[in-house]
């Protein structure tokens, strides 16, 4: 990975952050899932146009086609 790849991936997981919440007495920041498989499988397949984003999400655990 280069350095252009590690500040995508930073910006990625800012723009999935939804929210913050006190958890006792700390702030925990929470990333949406969704919005962060998104983002990736984009910068992925930017990279790779051979990526295979359903093989990828597989492998990660997500279900789909349900």
Same mark, same amino acid.
């Given at each position: 990975?280069? +350095? $252009? #790849?590690?500040? $995508?991936?930073? @910006?990625?997981? $800012?723009?999935? @952050?939804r929210m913050a919440e006190l958890?006792?007495? +700390?702030? &925990? /920041? /929470?990333?949406? +899932? *969704?919005? !962060?498989? /998104? *983002?990736? &499988? ?5 990279? %790779?146009? %051979?990526? #295979? @984003?359903? $093989? !990828? +999400? @597989?492998?990660t655990g997500e279900i789909l086609g349900q």
């Open positions: 990975m280069t +350095r $252009k #790849d590690y500040i $995508k991936l930073a @910006e990625i997981i $800012k723009d999935s @952050e958890y006792d007495g +700390r702030i &925990c /920041h /929470h990333l949406d +899932r *969704g919005d !962060f498989m /998104h *983002g990736l &499988c984009q910068m992925l397949e930017n990279d %790779n146009p %051979n990526f #295979d @984003e359903r $093989k !990828f +999400r @597989e492998a």
